[in-house]
């Protein structure tokens, strides 16, 4: 019974479970007399397995998908449309305010939460919750390719220091793209239609792409919590960027289910808006802004997983009820 009751918490709160465990063993890791150096011989070996973990999520996802319906839909334009929007406020803003300083940071921070592509990880979440995987993954696709043209665009209006051009930019972003989603997508494709055998193996087993996705979840967890024990700022500066880190997660997942249901697509436009590539985000915000700007994606790692955890246990309690009558 207590066996059973275990399962069925780690079924039901498995991204939580996977955001404690990478917390956890970053911190005892790190902290611990003695575990020093196993933390510094493993870190490079999980900045080198994750972009692994990553291509195995989508590989999977996309073994499912029927890709006669990868076409743009009405919603995927009305849910870019409100993306740019919030991004043209913040840039906006800091442009016309002159915005610098700690204020600049905050701004930055939120500023990669919304410009970044939408996570390709939500195909998989919506999945679950019943939505279209076909949608979900178009939609990756275009958010992917409006990130690619506003980050080189909007970047070197509020960081004069972020040295790049637009062209090599564009197609930098765009080649990591790529990596990360055109070419688990043609395997897929190649899988589906020429290794039958192996792909009904694949699709066979339940939720995998969901699971690696956990365990690629404990690993950017465990990163970003390394990203936060080493900033060099106050505890107070922190909390406050989790904070609006927080609010704009709300925002965000509430303004695209709100934009979906005009469509009768509320699952769908909610994950394509407020669930974000949180790891790009990171890199973009390292690589381009100021480092401590990165927290703020870091952040919004754990609120986004949050509200998509009790997404997953609400629709599986809906599933269960009529059940019980």
């Not at 066996?3 to 005892?28: E, I, N, Q, S």
């Not at 790692?301 to 059940?323: A, C, D, F, G, Y």
Request: net charge positive.
């Amino acid at each position: 019974m207590n066996y059973a009751l275990l399962k069925r918490f780690l079924k039901d709160w498995t991204l939580p479970v996977a955001m404690t465990t990478g917390t956890v063993f970053y911190l005892l890791f790190a902290f611990t007399p003695g575990l020093e150096e196993a933390s510094a011989f493993f870190d490079p070996i999980f900045d080198t397995i994750f972009p692994m973990f990553m291509f195995l999520i989508l590989f999977v996802t996309f073994c499912k998908v029927d890709f006669r319906r990868l076409r743009p839909v009405l919603w995927h334009w009305w849910t870019g449309l409100f993306q740019l929007l919030f991004v043209a406020v913040i840039v906006g803003s800091i442009l016309v305010f002159d915005i610098h300083g700690k204020n600049l940071i905050l701004l930055e921070a939120i500023l990669t939460c919304i410009i970044g592509p939408g996570a390709a990880a939500a195909a998989v979440v919506t999945q679950k919750l019943g939505g279209s995987l076909e949608e979900m993954t178009t939609y990756t696709f275009i958010s992917n390719f409006l990130c690619a043209t506003l980050v080189p665009v909007c970047f070197p209006l509020i960081d004069p220091a972020a040295d790049m051009g637009f062209l090599s930019s564009f197609f930098l972003i765009l080649y990591k793209v790529c990596l990360v989603l055109v070419s688990p997508m043609f395997l897929a494709y190649i899988v589906k239609h020429s290794m039958h055998r192996f792909h009904q193996w694949v699709i066979s087993i339940k939720d995998l792409s969901y699971y690696l996705w956990a365990v690629s979840l404990a690993i950017v967890t465990g990163t970003t919590v390394k990203n936060i024990c080493h900033a060099e700022t106050t505890i107070g500066f922190l909390f406050l960027i989790a904070l609006l880190g927080l609010i704009l997660c709300i925002i965000q997942f509430s303004v695209g289910r709100y934009v979906g249901h005009f469509f009768h697509r509320t699952i769908e436009s909610g994950q394509a808006l407020g669930q974000k590539n949180t790891a790009f985000a990171i890199w973009i915000a390292y690589t381009y802004l100021n480092p401590l700007s990165s927290v703020g994606p870091g952040c919004y790692i754990l609120w986004q997983n949050i509200i998509n955890s009790v997404e997953i246990w609400q629709h599986r309690k809906n599933q269960e009820s009529p059940r019980k009558h």
